[in-house]
């Protein structure tokens, strides 16, 4: 998994690349998150349009860096997921959860 960083205005977007598994870039997303909310970033996009593959520990580790970022006072929202990924969270019910958007100017808008 590699992530890269940008931001607009506000909001810093996370770029996420590979897969999201046990064995594949597990703790990535939430060792890129963690400084960020400590250094006062409250709004936080993950943009998953490079996500190879998910399964249920990479649902896990978002839905961990979710709570924190929520526990922390701040904004976790999700573009551009696949359609399996958006299959995925429809069935586990976690698109009541987090906010999903299929356009990046409306997520960066939404904020």
């Known amino acids: 998994m590699r992530i890269k960083q940008r931001t607009s205005g506000p909001v810093v977007i996370l770029d996420l690349d590979g897969r999201m598994t046990r064995n594949d870039g597990f703790g990535t ?5 963690a400084p960020l909310l ?3 970033h409250s709004q936080l996009l993950l ?35 696949t359609d399996r990924m958006r299959e995925l969270f429809e069935v586990a019910k ?18």
Do not use: C, P, W
């Open 47 to 81: 943009n998953m349009a490079n996500v190879t593959y998910m399964d249920s520990t990479g649902i896990g580790e978002l839905v961990s860096v979710f709570i924190t970022t929520r526990n922390n006072h701040g904004k976790l929202k999700l573009v551009n997921l």
């Open 94 to 111: 976690l698109v009541h959860v987090f906010e999903v958007f299929d356009d990046e100017a409306d997520a960066l808008q939404s904020f």
């Open 38 to 40: 400590k250094q006062g």
């Open 29 to 33: 997303v939430k060792a890129a998150v």
